[in-house]
Nanobody, 123 residues
Framework: VQLQASGGGLAQPGESLRLSCVVSGLNFSSYTMAWFRQPLGKQREAVAAIQYSGVTTWYSASVKGRFTISRDNAKNTAILFMSALTPEDTAIYLC?????????????????WGQGTLVTVSS
């Protein structure tokens, strides 16, 4: 199983970025997908999650209304669209996947992880 995250980079406050995570090696359309982030020196935190069908989503309070998670099951891809970025959003962003929709905020529940992509928000 492989998860390949991309799309990170440098953004100015207020700008937007789009992250992608391409998954291979499992039946993507049956798995929950999530994005986590880990600022330098801090713990990993869940940002957003999406159920296998794409109908149900969850967002952390810090990103709700600014970030949107989506998926394209035909392309085995999960997307995180981030808008109105602030310096507090600076972190390594990681995609992860697990079979079932429960405890989506707990990183210990996830079976597979991507390598992470760095997002830096700075003027």
């Amino acid at each position: 199983v492989q998860l390949q995250a991309s799309g990170g980079g440098l953004a100015q406050p207020g700008e937007s970025l789009r992250l992608s995570c391409v998954v291979s090696g499992l039946n993507f359309s049956s798995y929950t997908m999530a994005w986590f982030r880990q600022p330098l020196g801090k713990q990993r935190e869940a940002v957003a999650a999406i159920q296998y069908s794409g109908v149900t989503t969850w967002y952390s309070a810090s990103v709700k209304g600014r970030f949107t998670i989506s998926r394209d099951n035909a392309k085995n891809t999960a997307i995180l669209f981030m808008s109105a970025l602030t310096p507090e959003d600076t972190a390594i962003y990681l995609c992860a996947t697990k079979r079932y929709w429960f405890s989506v905020v707990d990183p210990r529940e996830y079976e597979y992880w991507g390598q992470g992509t760095l997002v830096t928000v700075s003027s």
